[in-house]
């Protein structure tokens, strides 16, 4: 039964630089599939989940990918780089499937793909901004860092002969952040100059996590999977869904609970005073069993906190019973709470 994540001293640090200043993450668990060509934004929007058509160059959004019954495949981030140039972000875990997807559905003679061979820093904190001006100005970039701070919005710098990408990133929830996406080269050395003179602290795996799971941020293989809707992973309060778009592989189920229903289950985050097991089970007081924990850290500043799948009669300000079996083989039945 895996354990929660908790953060050691040089984190803890981090931690509090989140909510003061800035901290860069490396993010090599990150895949890039860039799209081009005049049928690139019809091709997108024909596989996932929101209207890749109404983007603009310079904006983004986020986005599921499908099974045909309405199970999530992958989730990603789409931005319009350019007039025909689409970039499509994912994380490790959803990676394959969404690659399968693409290399299903995709003609390559009328949308080209191809994956980008980009390193990804995040900056996330008050100052994150700042620390990646300061950074790119020491790099000598030709392009000013200016574009909107909408949720996803990305814009181009020239480092050199190199084109780097940005783009706002609301994966913290609350706490700004932006992404640099660029070649291994360009990107150390960008990472080098935003955490030299301590600038921005770094931040490590396990910090990302935790922050992740204060911000009740789903990841893919996770908290969701092949088995999960979106409803039930809350996609559609984070932005992920378009129900006035052209048709895509599960929009049917999407359509129908969005119209006419509800989904029985979501993602909440839970509280306790005890760290939580991840698969330990939630549980109604009369011992029927209500859901999981799916991910789950100790918070530095909010203590043990989970993501957790709860059956929707569960509102938040609900107390639940969480249950598992210790590594000893006794039995452990704690309370928590449901915080959102």
Request: aromatic share 6%.
């Amino acid at each position: 039964m895996p354990t929660p994540i908790a953060l050691e001293h040089a984190d803890l640090v981090a931690h509090a630089a989140l909510r003061t200043g800035a901290v860069a993450f490396h993010r090599p668990d990150l895949h890039h599939l860039e799209f081009s060509g005049p049928k690139a934004a019809d091709a997108l929007t024909g596989l996932v989940t929101n209207n890749v058509l109404a983007l603009g160059i310079g904006q983004g959004q986020y986005a599921a990918a499908l099974t045909a019954k309405g199970r999530i495949v992958a989730d990603l981030r789409i931005l319009r780089i350019a007039e025909e140039r689409y970039l499509t972000t994912t994380g490790a875990a959803a990676w394959p499937g969404w690659r399968d997807l693409v290399r299903k559905f995709v003609n390559p003679r009328l949308a080209k793909y191809a994956e980008a061979e980009f390193e990804t820093i995040a900056v996330h904190g008050p100052l994150a901004h700042t620390a990646i001006n300061d950074a790119l100005t020491t790099l000598g970039t030709t392009s000013p860092l200016s574009f909107a701070r909408a949720p996803y919005a990305c814009a181009t710098v020239i480092i050199g002969d190199v084109t780097v990408t940005l783009a706002e990133s609301p994966s913290l929830g609350d706490i700004p952040g932006l992404e640099l996406l660029g070649p291994s080269s360009v990107t150390a050395n960008i990472l080098d100059a935003i955490t030299r003179d301590d600038v921005a602290v770094t931040g490590s795996e396990p910090l990302w996590e935790v922050a992740r799971v204060e911000a009740g941020h789903p990841a893919w293989g996770r908290d969701m999977d092949e088995t999960t809707i979106p409803q039930e992973a809350n996609l559609g309060d984070l932005g992920a869904l378009s129900f006035d778009k052209g048709c895509y592989s599960g929009q049917e189920t999407v359509a129908r609970i969005h119209f006419r229903g509800h989904v029985n289950r979501h993602l909440r985050v839970i509280t306790s005073n005890v760290p939580l097991p991840v698969t330990s089970e939630l549980r109604a007081d009369d011992g029927k069993v209500i859901g999981d924990v799916r991910s789950s850290v100790i918070s530095p500043i909010k203590g043990p906190l989970a993501i957790a799948m709860v059956r929707r009669e569960f509102e938040p300000g609900a107390q639940v019973n969480v249950a598992w079996v210790d590594a000893d083989g006794s039995d452990v039945a704690v309370t928590a709470r449901v915080e959102r």
